[in-house]
RNA sequence: GUGCCAAUAGCUCAGCUGGAUAGAGCAAUAGCCUUCUAAGCUAUUGGUCAGAGGUUCGAUUCCUCUUUGGCACGCCA
């Protein structure tokens, strides 16, 4: 159970018994901005100050009291002007990091809930560049959070097999095979000639993907490919059609999106019989919601944002409005080589390649780069920056953190430690700072799970890198040779929330460093 | 022109559904290795939270306008 439900159950249910009213179960938590102040507080003097009509403080000192004569597992203290500041007891704080921190894998009840996240989906025109590495780093860690608070989760990756871009990208090989100029829709990078001698020069560049994601440790259950879905977009708009949403105008088929929210309708078939782009789209996210998925994920980079009402609308009218939608609309990273901005494109060739950075800066470091930024800051990304400051990463920072913990417990070796043979007391601070930023592991997983924003994940782990390299230089494990016991005890609980934490995070747990 | 995302320390970014003295990493300065890894620790320096109004007991957070930057506005993909 997470810290933030036992302590809102307890305030609730002190409150209620205490004035009568009902408490809404969506009471505020926060942190206080010291440690002297408490561990937790809840400013709730203030939500219930007008029900009541009584001053915040008071509401605070009069709850207070009733919680402190009630329970042993905190103690509170009313502060001005009408916070309920928290306090856990040695005893409940041993409790909680023992049930849920001891071991790894701590795992939240599952959910019977299916989700379909689809992210990545690059042309397979080219190999994948940073921007593709957002997207890969976001949207694994999104899936892996997902999974960790009981979801089941399928990851895909949609190919573009079946456009104008695929014709172009043959073309251009073939025009080169031949010796012949590059016809003008077609792509002038340096990368193309390594598929000179391809006959499907999209599979082979598909292929090199798959292999770049796999060293950035980005796994997807499936790649479903435009071509497979051809077959459904009669499927598709029969379905729209049936719902009374299809209408013919200037000899084209159009969607009435507009019925459920988009700025106009959209032509599905074009006057000459040809599909848009987004008909196929409309029939890939309906194979989605057959498939049986509860909730739809769909990670975008901005560029895509325009896109976003019309397939919202599709997926609206297509499930009843009964399947989840979430879009992800991520702001690009901007590309410079110091403090000059490169224009990334494919039509003039002028990239960088996921695979470059992830060889000059390293996968971990690179990883976390991408997702310790929220989605929707755009990110700044200098190369050569990035290069010089790679050795001062943070990530270096946490995975040192585990490091030094592993050291010491291949030193302590074989320790039977009874947690019932040592008590909390007379701790100090480092070390009941870094037990109660233990706790808060497992409300901090489910907050960036529910927000689907992994940077809070990364963020916590920096933070409790550096409380623990503070208790390492106070509070030795190791003590002229006798094992501290609870020392431990905390230092177990904490490696098994890096190692946890860095996985969600697709980073790796080295042992030594 | 319209819409979307943003603007916080020298740099890169956090700041949870409005709450108590605005934080971290990097960079800079000064210290700390005869006991578990110095990729570390401690201390110091550094912010009119783009600007102006508004709502509120209270605003970096919500609303409006302005400025600046990125992106998108096709029967392209």
């Known amino acids: 159970m997470m810290v933030s439900e036992i302590l809102k159950d307890i305030i609730i249910e002190n409150a209620n018994n205490l004035f009568k009213i009902k408490i809404d179960k969506n009471i505020k938590l926060e942190i206080p901005p010291s440690k002297q102040m408490g561990d937790f507080a809840f400013p709730i003097g203030f939500n219930l100050s007008k029900e009541l009509k009584q001053n915040p403080f008071s509401i605070v000192e009069k709850l207070s009291d009733n919680i402190n004569s009630n329970q042993n597992l905190i103690k509170t203290e009313p502060a001005r002007p009408g916070f309920l500041n928290i306090f856990l007891t040695n005893d409940f704080i041993k409790d909680l990091v023992k049930k849920n921190f001891e071991k790894e894998n701590f795992d939240f009840p599952k959910k019977d809930r299916k989700v379909i996240i689809e992210f990545v989906s690059a042309n397979p025109t080219g190999p994948l560049h940073i921007g593709h590495g957002r997207w890969a780093a976001l949207g694994d860690s999104i899936a892996r959070l997902l999974e960790k608070v009981g979801y089941d989760v399928y990851r895909e990756f949609y190919v573009n097999d079946a456009g104008k871009q695929i014709e172009n990208l043959k073309k251009t090989v073939v025009a080169l095979r031949k010796g012949e100029q590059i016809p003008e829709d077609g792509y002038r990078g340096e990368y193309i000639k390594e598929a000179i001698n391809e006959d499907n020069p999209h599979l082979y560049f598909l292929d090199q993907q798959k292999k770049t994601l796999e060293r950035f440790n980005v796994f997807f259950n ?56 987004f008909a196929p789209d409309i029939a890939y996210h309906l194979t989605k919601i057959e498939r049986g998925f509860d909730w739809i994920i769909d990670i975008l980079g901005a560029d895509h944002h325009g896109y976003v009402n019309r397939l919202s609308a599709a997926i609206k009218a297509l499930s009843n409005r009964e399947v989840r939608f979430s879009i992800i609309i991520g702001q690009l990273v901007n590309l410079f080589r110091d403090k000059e901005p490169v224009r990334m494109s494919k039509r003039t060739g002028d990239i960088i390649t996921l695979d470059e950075v992830i060889d000059e800066i390293g996968k971990d470091a690179l990883r976390y780069i991408l997702v310790s930024k929220k989605a929707s800051q755009s990110i700044d990304f200098d190369i050569e920056e990035v290069k010089r400051k790679s050795k001062s990463s943070p990530v270096f920072y946490i995975q040192y953190a585990f490091a030094r913990i592993n050291s010491i417990l291949s030193k302590v070796g074989d320790y039977n430690l009874d ?14 700072e870094l037990l109660i930023e233990i706790i808060k592991f497992k409300d901090t997983i489910f907050q960036a799970a529910i927000d689907m924003e992994p ?3 990364a963020n916590y782990l920096l933070n409790i890198s550096g409380i623990f390299h503070n208790f390492y230089e106070t509070s030795r494990v190791i003590d002229n040779g006798i094992v501290v016991e609870h020392r431990l005890f905390i230092i177990k609980a904490v490696s098994n929330v890096l190692k946890e934490g860095l996985k969600i995070l697709g980073i790796e747990s080295p042992e030594k460093m």
């Not at 007391?425 to 070390?431: A, I, L, P, R, V």
Request: charged content about 25%; aromatic content about 14%; hydrophobic content about 30%.
């Open 222 to 277: 499936n790649f479903f490919h435009e071509t497979q879905v051809y077959n459904n977009i009669t499927h598709a708009i029969e379905s729209l059609k049936a719902k009374g949403l299809i209408y013919e105008r200037d000899g084209a088929i159009w969607f009435k999106s507009t019925e459920y929210g988009d700025d106009k309708d959209r032509v599905l078939i074009k006057s000459d019989g040809s599909y848009t782009y």
């Open 419 to 432: 947690t019932d043979n040592f008590s909390l007391d007379n701790m100090n601070n480092s070390e009941r």
């Open 455 to 457: 940077h809070i994940l």
